[in-house]
């Protein structure tokens, strides 16, 4: 019978070690507990056991502190894409599980920046790895894709994100934490089924896509935004 592991999460990078990585962790914390207007300076010194001065000498500001948050986040992504993409055999390894795993403490923060708009850096790093995966994967399509790659990658980015600022909801209906070891399991079975069984058929996916171009055709074009725009 085949065994089903869970990849391990990438290890500690070496600045974790140090004085500016405990007041980062600090920072990752009490900005996920109360938000980043209230988190205080003096707060997460004395959490990472250092005083306000050496926060400002390491950071300079509280948006700069977030900021490194930020790029702490982007970077442990990048590395557990890499992971993932360095593995060529994907047979007996839960990447979902150690995805969730490696994300499950800054699910809070991620929550709360998403909520309040910050969390723009991470979306574009986490749009930008999404779209390499769907170009890759669109590549072995039989039908070409009628939408962007960038645009699904952002779509699919967003559905993911949504999962920590919904967690009050997701929980109620599991009828236990979504952030407790059972609830975390849960969500992870819950989305390794929905992936691996589309909740379409290529028939319905057709009719779904016509009706789309007549509408298309029956309005005036829409308003692009300037990004888009020629």
Known sequence: ????????????????LTARARIRDAALR?????????ATIRGIARTAGVSPGLV???????????EACDEHLMKMIRRLNDQVRADTTLSDVSYVGAARAAMAPYQLYLARSLADGSAASIFDEMTRICEEWIAGADAGRPDPPDVPAKIRAAVFTAMALGIPV?????SRAMGVDMFSPEGDLLLSRALVDLYSHPLMTPEDAARARAGLDRLAGARPPGRRTEENSP
Do not use: C, N, W, Y
């Open 1 to 16: 019978m085949e065994r089903t592991t869970v990849a391990t999460p990438p290890g500690p990078d070496p600045e974790d």
């Open 30 to 38: 009490h900005f996920g507990d109360d938000g980043f207007e209230k």
């Open 56 to 66: 400002r000498h390491h950071f300079g500001s509280k948006q700069a502190l977030r």
């Open 166 to 170: 919904l967690a009050p909801h997701i």
